[in-house]
């Protein structure tokens, strides 16, 4: 098993920046492959990022390209999301997820195994 704890949302201006982290406890956090999801109210959770177990491989939503930035520190077990030029429809919770890999499709929310509580994000216009 493993927990996941994920901090650091909040409410920001449009154009302002944001530093969420996911902190996990249990197993071996290098072992996993992480990933950021958003589910905006009335709509379905999607993908955001996708960090391999060594942080050598990453993979962003469209929708988010050259803005967010995930990145990891094994030796902290914590993930991080860097979200920098917000607009009002990153407005969302964002959830934390951990995956064994192989893994077929990163963008598939039912492929992870754990997830976290989430933490609200807010973008004013």
């Known amino acids: 098993q493993v927990q996941l704890v994920e901090s650091g949302g909040g409410l920001v201006q449009a154009g302002g920046s944001l530093r969420l982290s996911c902190a996990a406890s249990?197993?071996?956090?290098?072992?996993?492959?992480m990933g950021w999801f958003r589910q905006a109210p009335g709509k379905e959770r999607e993908f955001v990022a996708h960090?391999?177990?060594?942080?050598?491989?990453?993979y962003y939503a469209d929708s988010v390209k050259g803005r967010f930035t995930i990145s990891r520190d094994n030796a902290k077990n914590t993930v991080y999301l860097q979200m920098d030029s917000l607009k009002p429809e990153d407005t969302a919770v964002y959830y934390c997820?951990?995956?064994?890999?192989?893994?077929?499709?990163?963008?598939?929310?039912?492929?992870?195994?754990?997830w976290g509580q989430g933490t609200q994000v807010t973008v004013s216009s």
């Open positions: 960090i391999s177990w060594s942080g050598r491989s990453t």
């Open positions: 997820a951990a995956v064994i890999p192989p893994l077929a499709e990163v963008t598939i929310a039912t492929l992870y195994d754990y």
């Open positions: 249990g197993r071996t956090f290098s072992n996993y492959a």
